[in-house]
């Protein structure tokens, strides 16, 4: 049993900043990569930010230059640093992982998602 827990959400006005937290538990041999997606209300899932075993990162093109995701692979730990957030920010956010499990240990792993953490941006 894989679980992915997100923390850092909340309130901010535009301009500011927050810094968004997943932590991955369970059964874990190995994660292949780890990021973040965001869903607006009324439209559909998109991704934001990922972070592969490499170090290796992309961003969409919405966000670059603005938020910048981190992995601390000790803990199983993806970080999603935001800096000048806008009202168009406003979403859930998702962690997303591709882990290898005792159960599944093949390459690159299977897909998690974790619930999601709200952040609003005001205006």
């Known amino acids: 049993q894989v679980q992915l827990v997100e923390s850092g959400g909340g309130l901010v006005q535009a301009g500011g900043s927050l810094r968004l937290s997943c932590a991955a538990s369970?059964?874990?041999?190995?994660?292949?990569?780890m990021g973040w997606s965001r869903q607006a209300p009324g439209k559909e899932r998109e991704p934001v930010a990922q972070?592969?075993?490499?170090?290796?990162?992309n961003y969409a093109d919405s966000v670059k230059g603005r938020f910048t995701i981190s992995r601390d692979s000790a803990k199983n730990t993806v970080y999603l640093q935001m800096n000048s957030l806008e009202p168009e920010d406003t979403a859930v956010y998702y962690c997303?992982?591709?882990?290898?499990?005792?159960?599944?240990?093949?390459?690159?792993?299977?897909?998690?998602w974790g619930k999601g953490t709200l952040v609003t941006v005001s205006s």
């Open positions: 972070i592969v075993s490499g170090g290796s990162t």
């Open positions: 997303n992982a591709k882990i290898m499990t005792t159960g599944r240990p093949a390459w690159p792993g299977m897909d998690y």
């Open positions: 369970g059964s874990i041999i190995g994660i292949s990569a």
